[in-house]
């Protein structure tokens, strides 16, 4: 059973252009959380996404970022118009609708904006 | 809501040291505590877990008790090596309605020969 898988592992990208992640979560696992970790900084909760819903979005910022989690294929963090300041490491996990079981994590992305 | 709670770091020991991190939470319902663990350039792993009072969680030496009258879940070790160097996050998710893994600030642990 392959773990949760993160792609690309690195990406680098101008101000302006948009950036796109992927994470395809465990088999099995249809709850999916997105995290943000600057340097030095903890982990920043993003967004929680079962399939085809958004459940909650509480710490996205308002503008530019969005993300979603088809019926097929992976779920895809959006950051349009990136800027400097989106330069972290981007973090997906996931787990079963099972309270309890701990949530298991990618290995991440780490965008670069230059 | 839920939060957690770690001491700041980073924490130096040095080779065969006794380690201690501590983590409190505030919770709604009945949490579920864990313990994760960071090396540098990777993902979260988990390093143990426990899902009730009184429950000690273990691995690789490391022991952690869930202690629901102190709202504790402190991580030990008593003898720490330079491959355990790394960032610990304590975490916890709640029976309470959500399911979304509530995690502290992390503790960077580093240890010396």
């Known amino acids: 059973n392959a773990g949760v898988m993160q792609n690309p592992r690195h990406l680098v990208r101008r101000r302006g252009q948009e950036a796109r992640l992927r994470c395809s979560p465990m088999k099995g696992h249809s709850h999916v959380y997105w995290y943000r970790q600057l340097p030095e900084e903890g982990l920043k909760f993003m967004v929680y996404?079962?399939?085809?819903?958004?459940?909650?979005e509480s710490g996205m910022p308002k503008e530019r970022f969005s993300a979603e989690f088809p019926k097929e294929g992976p779920s895809i963090l959006r950051i349009q118009q990136v800027v400097r300041g989106d330069s972290a490491a981007y973090f997906c996990?996931?787990?079963?609708?099972?309270?309890?079981?701990?949530?298991?994590f990618g290995q991440g992305t780490r965008l670069t904006v230059v | 809501g839920n939060s957690v709670t770690q001491m700041e770091g980073p924490v130096t020991l040095s080779e065969e040291a006794f380690l201690t991190i501590n983590c409190t939470y505030t919770?709604?319902?009945?949490?579920?505590l864990f313990w994760y663990v960071q090396y540098p350039g990777e993902g979260l792993q988990l390093l143990l877990k426990a899902t009730k009072a009184d429950d000690k969680g273990s691995n690789k030496g490391f022991e952690a008790t869930y202690r629901k009258e102190t709202t504790s879940f402190h991580l030990e070790k008593g003898s720490v090596q330079v491959s355990d160097s790394a960032v610990y996050f304590c975490a916890l998710t709640s029976s309470g309605g959500s399911y979304i893994p509530t995690f502290g600030r992390g503790t960077s642990l580093i240890v010396h020969p």
């Open positions: 996404l079962q399939k085809e819903n958004i459940i909650d």
């Open positions: 996990a996931s787990s079963p609708p099972t309270s309890g079981i701990e949530a298991f």
């Open positions: 919770a709604t319902g009945y949490p579920s």
